[in-house]
Antibody
Framework: QLQLQESGPGLVKPSETLSLTCTVSGGSISSNIYYWAWIRQPPGKGLEWIGSINYSGRTYYNPSLKSRVTIFVDTSKNHFSLKLTSVTAADTAVYYC?????????????WGQGTLVTVSS | QSVLTQPPSVSGAPGQRVTISCTGSSSNIGAGYDVHWYQQFPGAAPKLLIYGNSNRPSGVPDRFSGSNSGTSASLAIPGLQAEDEADYYCQSYDSSLSTWVFGGGTKLTVL
């Protein structure tokens, strides 16, 4: 049974960098048929795809966040991570990690439970 | 403003049939990219409900069905049950934006 678990600080100060890690268990992040994604949901609002990465480090980013986002993978630890720089209150959200199969038409079929990150001084 | 447009809310009595629409454009649903649906309960992560327009993952009741036509898709729930009360999101891929996109979500209330 695949499980994804987000971890990281729940409070980040404005202008600083948000850093989260998603640990994958019950499956290998090194599979070449999956991408691994970050998705966020501001309180009371909808879902926004942030970016995706595969086992070799190939990344896709949401153009609206691309200048501030870095996603990287550590296959030895079976986890992948998100860094979002220069955060503001608008970046306050529940951040989810998820898995999707390779291809533009595939769904996010497994999700972590999510972690709330609040941007506040 | 979401790329995929959903009604903010729908409601129905137990046993009734409700549908949730998801309207896109020629660069996403109309371009042939599959639509997927997620169910989200308060405080929980979204769960895949329908994939590839009309397929149900293992464990999802056959009461849930999906369809699409042109630039729109729909989720149908006949025989509404109290436990169906949740938020529902559609999702696809947009080739002009080069992003995976979600609808704004629909809150289903069972009266």
């Amino acid at each position: 049974q695949l499980q994804l678990q987000e971890s990281g600080p729940g409070l980040v100060k404005p202008s600083e960098t948000l850093s989260l890690t998603c640990t994958v268990s019950g499956g290998s992040i090194s599979s070449n048929i999956y991408y691994w994604a970050w998705i966020r949901q501001p309180p009371g609002k909808g879902l926004e795809w942030i970016g995706s990465i595969n086992y070799s480090g190939r990344t896709y980013y949401n153009p609206s966040l691309k200048s501030r986002v870095t996603i990287f993978v550590d296959t030895s630890k079976n986890h992948f991570s998100l860094k979002l720089t220069s955060v503001t209150a608008a970046d306050t959200a529940v951040y989810y990690c998820a898995r999707l199969a390779v291809g533009a038409t595939t769904p996010f079929d497994s999700w972590g439970q999510g972690t709330l990150v609040t941007v506040s001084s | 403003q979401s790329v995929l447009t959903q009604p903010p809310s729908v409601s129905g009595a137990p046993g009734q049939r409700v549908t949730i629409s998801c309207t896109g454009s020629s660069s996403n649903i109309g371009a042939g990219y599959d639509v997927h649906w997620y169910q989200q309960f308060p405080g929980a992560a979204p769960k895949l409900l329908i994939y590839g327009n009309s397929n149900r993952p293992s464990g999802v009741p056959d009461r849930f069905s999906g369809s699409n036509s042109g630039t729109s898709a729909s989720l149908a729930i006949p025989g509404l049950q109290a436990e169906d009360e949740a938020d529902y999101y559609c999702q696809s891929y947009d080739s002009s934006l080069s992003t995976w996109v979600f609808g704004g979500g629909t809150k289903l209330t069972v009266l």
